[in-house]
């Protein structure tokens, strides 16, 4: 049976989180047991595959863009170690109770489900599935469909996640959205976030936790050093104290508050660093590097600096993105 094999391999990877060479091999063999069960290899490159699909702020990734994102390592193997966990802390705090998640954004082969309901019974762990993409969707149930693992699933939802309204959202347990890109560039976390946290209870808990886009500054490396040093410069944006405002009744602002990192003084700096770091649950965290989500942005720093000001802010509308003014 597909579903047992899945669960093995679903194992794999999490008792072995520190072994790259193993989560890579045991992914790529899920893929393989993917791409047999659906039939996106036979919808090839075409148009409606690949295009973005515009929400109601911030893109949606295509299709075959989504499925890639099952092959980003150590990201798919940090998400479900993350997830499991938070299944299991979960289960001890609320004892003979079904743990329901709120899935949003599952892409073509929702992989939060397929990968964790396996280690679970469907009395334990109940997913509702929401994703904008028509074609992700319909793939994903018939992936869900294929593994048999229809019973752990409630609902269905082809929507928005920007303005979805939850039905009975207190009863979720676990909020799942990895929407996001480095740099928080385009994709619809924020939005998300904005919109479903004051849906949800607040025992309700998110993964990823948090993202936070932070600016360092490198030193010109001196001989007989290693590496550079650096150091932390400010805090971008920590999405969760700035969606906290939102009690329900506020619409999503144009930007957020802009921050500014002043370069003039007496030391000299190499380069600005800006990463996105990704808090996914406890202790566990997508670092530098670590994932397509993690590569961060450096920028050469010139002296005689023209402005001695550099102003970061997070644009919401008319596009999502981070945006530098100096
Ligand atoms: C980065 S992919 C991740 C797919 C899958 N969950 C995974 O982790 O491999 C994000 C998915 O969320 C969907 N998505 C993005 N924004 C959305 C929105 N506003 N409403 C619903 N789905 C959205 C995209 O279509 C895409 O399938």
Redesign the pocket.
């Given at each position: 049976m597909l579903r047992n094999t899945i669960k093995e391999l679903s194992t794999t990877i999490l008792n072995n989180q520190s072994d790259f060479d193993t989560i890579k091999n045991t992914i790529d063999e899920i893929h393989t047991h993917y791409l047999e069960t659906t039939n996106i290899r036979d919808l090839g490159d075409g148009m409606q595959h690949m295009a973005a699909?515009p929400?109601?702020s911030?893109m949606?990734?295509s299709?075959n863009h989504?499925a890639a994102?099952?092959l980003d390592y150590r990201r798919?193997a940090k998400?479900l170690d993350g997830m499991v966990t938070l299944i299991r802390e979960k289960q001890q705090q609320h004892p003979n109770e079904t743990i329901n998640i709120f899935?949003?954004?599952?892409?073509?082969?929702?992989?939060?489900i397929t990968l964790v309901a396996p280690l679970f019974k469907a009395s334990e762990v109940q997913f509702s599935i929401?994703?904008?993409?028509a074609s992700?969707i319909k793939m994903a149930e018939e992936l869900i469909n294929a593994l048999e693992l229809t019973e752990y699933v409630t609902a269905y939802h082809n929507?928005?996640?920007?303005t979805?309204q939850i039905p009975d959202a207190k009863k979720y347990h676990i909020l799942f959205s990895?929407?996001?890109?480095a740099l928080l560039y385009r994709?619809?976390y924020v939005?998300?976030l904005w919109n479903m946290l004051p849906q949800i209870s607040d025992n309700c808990a998110v993964i990823p936790n948090n993202v936070i886009v932070q600016a360092s500054l490198t030193y010109p490396q001196k001989e007989g050093e290693d590496t550079r040093k650096e150091k932390e410069a400010a805090v971008i944006l920590d999405v969760r104290e700035a969606v906290k405002v939102n009690d329900g009744t506020k619409s999503l602002p144009q930007s957020f508050e802009p921050i500014t990192i002043n370069l003039s003084g007496d030391e000299k700096y190499h380069t600005m660093i800006v990463d996105t770091k990704v808090h996914i649950h406890n202790d566990i965290w997508l670092h530098r590097n670590e994932s397509s989500l993690s590569i961060p942005l450096e920028m050469e720093i010139v002296y005689p600096l023209e402005a001695p000001n550099v102003t970061f802010f997070y644009e919401l509308k008319p596009s999502v993105e981070l945006k530098l003014q100096n």
């Open positions: 699909v929400t109601a911030g949606a990734l299709l989504a994102c099952l798919t998400f899935y949003a954004g599952c892409g073509p082969y929702a992989p939060f929401l994703e904008i993409n992700s929507a928005d996640a920007v979805f990895e929407t996001l890109d994709e619809s939005p998300i």
